[in-house]
């Protein structure tokens, strides 16, 4: 009987590395599946598929984003600027409200609190907010991309709150003893001393610009102004992919599409990718503060 | 009224840095809520919400008789208990695996990998999943074909999308979420462990008698969390995996695709916002519901 146990044991390891070494490699194999075909030739896709290992290896899908991409580049700079423009924008908001509300001597800093909740609980879903969008003028411009749904997130609100009543009590007082305001405070102790979790809310607000469609589908139908989300969203077929590349529908030349749609792909993961170790450092640290101890 | 003004003035500085966060959520919240109404009425963009015909219950009516009603609302709540499941499982099973794992170098080098698809937007996802699941180049397919099996054309078969969906979710989530458990389990006291040693405990035994209990109400307590959510379908998932696939609907559509077709698509605002507001009032219930569970047995876990 425990001779039998301790050979489980002793199997037991080995299957524990390898049950997670599967999980991490069907998490890898879908991305790097579209980062091969991305790199495929054509033919060889149409040929045989999908392949892990293409035939013939091109740029090809690359390089037709490159020569006629135009709405494609206009997408990646619509993008860049939603997700700068916003997540500071964001971020702003974010890091005042959280002040005052950490704030003892602020009295109605619960009836705040209160206010933010219930948006949480109760929201009037989306025909209110769509018609209150439109009401705003907020349709068919750089507004309507940055604005609506992104701007302000109450729980990373909570985050930066739950976080500034952390930090000793007495910084306050003693700068209410030299005689700084609460906005002298607020900039100049509070943020710096913030700088942790206020990187983690930028974070979670800038990835949350950078994937956003759901705006651009909502508000927008100028195709200058679609994100590249969005763009991908609309190329998912290949006629829409000529549409997306309008010199690229010459009859004696054939449109790399499925090389050129994964490319896009490959191409806005690009700057996820580029910024993971910071994604990964910051973001979990702030999901397990929101979620186990918050 | 002069206590108000007292308090307002005293702590001015205070008031104006919430101000600009509490304008944002009276415009996109708040303010909002008057539209609810149109869900009462037979709404007209030109006529606007005090203009506009009532028409009493009609558009509840015209949704519940409909056979859409119970399509989408089975479905959302289908697949979310799914995803729920599903992923809490997946999830709690990692990270004990991970907890068992002595190598931090592997340990870090998995999580980087199963972490990295939560970073991604289910528009990303969509291709993907189609690099595996097209019924012509898709990898899945020239697997069938290789074992010399008749491959499927998974984009018109409806009843292989919950299972579909839900290995998406699971491929996306699980692992961020397994981080969040495995948190949780760090903070489990480590002399339980050490007198478990000393009572010649097995791994398995620690892992069954000690890890897992004591991990059994942050699990719950998510889990209760997540419940509240349970009338609110996920628009960004099934929009962007299923798009407009009709064929695809008896299985994958939920409410929040019906609502958006029914005023981006059909425009029909009014039934949309009947929908809409028949989705909020069970959803805000839902989260009464188990927050008041969550409150009787885990105290420190309610959100309110």
Redesign the interface.
């Known amino acids: 009987m425990t001779a039998g ?1 301790r050979t ?2 002793r199997i ?2 080995p299957l ?2 390898a ?3 599967l ?6 194999l ?2 790097l ?2 980062l091969a ?1 991305s790199l495929s030739d054509e033919d060889s ?1 149409v040929a ?3 392949r892990l290992l293409p035939d013939r290896w091109s740029l090809d899908g690359y390089r037709t984003i490159l020569v006629n991409g135009g709405l494609i580049f206009r997408g990646y700079l619509i993008s860049f600027i939603v997700t700068i423009a916003g997540s500071f924008l964001a971020l ?3 890091a ?2 959280a ?3 950490a ?1 003892p ?4 800093r619960n009836v ?1 609190a209160l ?5 949480m ?12 969008c439109t009401r ?1 003028g907020l349709t068919n411009n750089l507004l309507a991309l940055i604005v ?2 992104l ?2 997130n ?1 729980f990373n ?1 909570f985050l930066v709150k739950n976080f500034m009543e952390s930090l000793p009590g007495a910084l306050r007082e003693s700068a209410y003893i030299d005689g700084a ?3 002298r405070i ?1 900039f100049r102790i509070y943020m710096p001393l913030c700088t942790p979790v206020l990187a983690t809310v930028t974070l979670f607000y800038a ?1 949350a610009y ?5 705006n651009a ?2 508000l927008v139908d100028d195709k200058r102004l679609y994100p590249l ?2 763009i ?2 609309q190329m ?1 077929s290949n006629i829409q992919m000529l549409d997306m590349l309008p010199n690229g529908a010459t009859t004696d030349y054939t449109l790399p599409a ?1 090389s050129a ?2 490319a896009t ?1 490959i191409l ?2 690009g700057p ?1 990718v580029f910024l ?1 170790p910071y ?2 450092r910051y ?2 640290k702030g ?2 503060i929101g ?2 101890k918050g | 009224m002069a206590r108000f003004f007292r ?1 307002v003035t005293r ?1 001015r ?6 101000l ?3 304008a ?2 009276f ?10 109404l ?1 869900a009462f009425q037979r709404f007209d963009y030109r006529k606007g919400l005090l203009n506009a015909d009532w028409v009493g219950l009609d558009n509840f009516r015209f949704f519940f008789q409909s056979n859409d009603a119970m399509r989408v609302t089975l479905n959302t709540i289908q697949l979310n208990v799914l995803f729920l499941v599903a992923v809490t499982v997946v999830s709690v099973a ?1 990270a004990l ?2 907890n ?2 002595r190598s931090k170098l ?1 340990a870090k ?2 999580q ?6 939560s ?3 289910w ?2 996802v ?7 699941f ?1 019924s ?4 899945i ?2 697997g069938l074909a290789a074992l010399g099996l008749t491959p499927v054309n998974w984009y018109s078969t409806p009843n292989a999308w919950p299972a579909i969906l839900v290995g998406m979710k699971v ?1 996306k989530d ?3 979420s397994s ?2 458990y495995l ?2 389990i760090a ?1 489990i006291d480590g002399s339980l462990y050490e007198s478990a040693d000393i009572d010649g405990a ?3 035994q620690k892992t069954i008698r000690i890890t897992l209990p004591l991990l059994a109400p ?1 699990v719950a307590i ?1 889990t209760l969390l997540n419940l509240g959510k349970i009338f609110y379908g996920d ?2 998932m099934i ?2 995996l299923i ?1 407009d696939n009709g064929v695809l609907y008896p299985t994958t559509d939920v409410i ?1 695709t019906y ?2 077709r029914a ?2 698509q059909i425009g029909d ?1 009014s039934n ?2 009947a929908v ?2 028949f ?2 009032t069970v ?2 219930l839902l ?1 009464f519901i188990a927050n008041w569970l969550t409150r009787r047995f885990f105290k420190e876990g309610a959100l ?1």
């Open positions: 146990k489980r044991i037991g390891t524990i590395y049950a997670l070494t999980f991490a490699l069907a998490c890898l879908p991305m599946l579209t075909v896709i045989h598929g999908y702003f908001v974010t005042l409200a002040y005052p509300m704030n001597s602020v009295k109605y705040l206010y933010f909740f219930i948006t609980l109760f929201n009037g879903g989306l025909v209110p907010w769509y018609l209150m705003l609506p749904s701007m302000f109450a609100l305001n609460d906005l607020a990835l950078w994937n956003d469609w759901f589908i909502m989300q969005y991908l969203f998912r499925e749609k994964m792909v806005t993961i996820i993971y994604l990964q973001f979990t999901l397990i979620s186990v | 308090e702590n500085y205070c008031y104006l840095l919430v600009p966060a509490m944002y959520v415009l996109f919240s708040y303010a909002t809520y008057p539209y609810l149109i990692l695996l991970f068992e794992i592997f080098f998995a980087t990998t199963m972490i990295f698809p970073f991604l937007s528009i990303i969509s291709y993907m999943m189609y690099s595996l097209a012509d180049y898709g990898i397919n020239q491929w699980a692992g961020m981080i969040i948190a949780a903070g097995t791994r398995w942050t998510l628009f960004g929009y962007a798009g929040d609502v958006f005023l981006r605002p949309a916002a809409g507001l989705q909020s959803g805000l989260v309110y």
